[in-house]
């Protein structure tokens, strides 16, 4: 089966209905992969979390760091940011079941032999520890004490990832190589401060992909987030977020034959961190 992964919805509503519809037009009932960041700063999270959820089998996700936050807000340990759009979430009938929802699903997949995740994956980890550590996540997310996790989740440290990391510090560590990551430090520690593109990368960093002797440079590793960096394909890497949200363009990409399919999209959000 014909499988599309699909960058940064962030909320644009109306162009993911373009895009399934191109989708279709191209590869009717394809299976769909989700990188991350359904909602937030776009006009219409509600309605881009119920069409998500509304495909079931169709579709798999992984969360992103806006996702994350939407269920932060939603168990009142976060405030909303000026320019976050979850209000509509926040009011809605279906509100519990679709953070349930949410809460329940994975921060790392493989598809086809593709290795899926949000923002990136930390040099150190091979595909297989990166889908197990994930779950680690995932099992923290899902079970009694999700909100006590997510309390614990926000910070910046450590950087470094060992394996002999453990509690909240290790999935921390975690949260942030798949969620937020988009430099290191040629050890694998990771940066959260620079958010542009590689024409501006910073001294003494580079993007997570390019870190020497990265465990994972032999998988086709599927991602979004790092909207500056725009539409990235080599032969084991997919960068899908393409600045929807910004006035960009929403992109698919079929993972058999790396063809795209992408829908104009406005400006809702003048550029920023995505």
């Keep these: 089966m014909t499988t599309y992964a699909i960058g940064d919805l962030q909320g644009c509503h109306t162009q993911l209905i373009s895009l399934l519809e191109k989708i279709d037009a191209a590869s009717p009932n394809a299976q769909l992969v989700f990188v ?19 495909l079931r089998d169709r579709a798999r996700i992984v969360l992103g760091n806006h996702d994350l936050n939407l269920l932060a807000v939603a168990c009142g340990l976060r405030k909303p940011h000026d320019s976050d759009t979850l209000a509509d979430i926040m009011a809605a009938d279906d509100r519990e079941e679709l953070i349930t929802w949410l809460r329940h699903q994975p921060l790392a997949l493989e598809q086809d032999g593709h290795l899926c995740v949000h923002a990136g994956v930390l040099p150190q980890w091979t595909a297989q520890q990166t889908l197990s550590l994930s779950r680690e996540v995932e099992a923290a997310l899902q079970g009694p004490n999700w909100v006590e996790f997510l309390q614990n989740m926000y910070g910046n440290m450590p950087t470094l990832w060992n394996d002999d990391l453990q509690g909240a510090d290790r999935l921390r560590c975690i949260v ?16 959260f401060k620079a958010v542009e593109g590689l024409d501006h990368t910073p001294s003494g960093l580079m993007p997570w ?5 990265r465990k994972t440079e032999n998988t086709s590793v599927v991602f979004g987030h790092w909207s500056t960096l725009g539409l990235t394909l080599r032969p084991n890497l997919a ?18 034959d790396r063809t795209t399919i992408q829908v104009d999209c406005p400006q809702h959000q003048r550029p920023g961190k995505s």
């Design 36 to 54: 991350g960041d359904i909602v937030n700063r776009g006009p219409k999270s509600l309605a881009t979390l119920r069409q998500v959820r509304a």
């Design 176 to 191: 942030n190589a798949l969620t937020r990551v988009r430099f290191c430090k040629p050890d694998g520690s990771m940066d």
């Design 209 to 213: 992909f390019d870190v020497p002797n």
């Design 239 to 256: 960068g899908l977020d393409t600045g929807c949200v910004w006035g960009g363009k929403l992109t698919a990409i079929n993972l058999e």
